[in-house]
């Protein structure tokens, strides 16, 4: 096995290429990945262009009063409270409020106890008037009396 070590190993490729009839394929030239789609994949990523963009039927399945929610919740808030309560936390309740507040304030969210408060009220308020017995407040109390 006398070989010919003055060639380069590109050289002996090509010749190898040459016997079997191969087209050459350089080092420098990246070749694209052909990827195995099935039809059914190429079917629903592909968009008809005689059609205008549909929106996924699961994109939004809220319906519209209870997207309305965020909005009644910041009026109620953005009203200021003229009556004044008191009310009683477990120091871990009143922790994790604080850790809120603080979280909010990094990110330039400025935010009170009191307005975090105001905000859970009234999300019970209205879940519990649009949803009655489903209402996270009527579970609980159930919950609790049980």
Not at 16 to 27: G, H, L, N, R
Not at 34 to 60: E, G, L, W
Request: aromatic share 6%; no cysteine; net charge positive.
């Amino acid at each position: 096995m006398s070989e010919d070590y003055s060639l380069g190993t590109y050289s002996k490729l090509a010749e190898t290429a040459e016997k079997k009839q191969q087209p050459v394929i350089s080092a420098s030239v990246a070749q694209p990945r052909i990827q195995n789609v099935n039809d059914t994949t190429k079917k629903a990523t592909t968009i008809p262009s005689n059609r205008d963009t549909v929106i996924p039927r699961s994109y939004d399945t809220t319906t519209d009063s209870s997207k309305d929610y965020i909005e009644v919740v910041r009026k109620a808030v953005k009203l200021l409270g003229e009556k004044a309560a008191t009310h009683r936390f477990t120091a871990n309740e009143k922790d994790a409020i604080a850790d809120i507040v603080y979280s909010l304030r990094k990110k330039g969210i400025t935010t009170s106890e009191n307005e975090i408060t105001r905000i859970a009220i009234n999300y019970l308020v209205w879940d519990y008037s649009n949803n009655k017995q489903a209402s996270i407040l009527s579970r609980v109390l159930e919950r609790l009396n049980a």
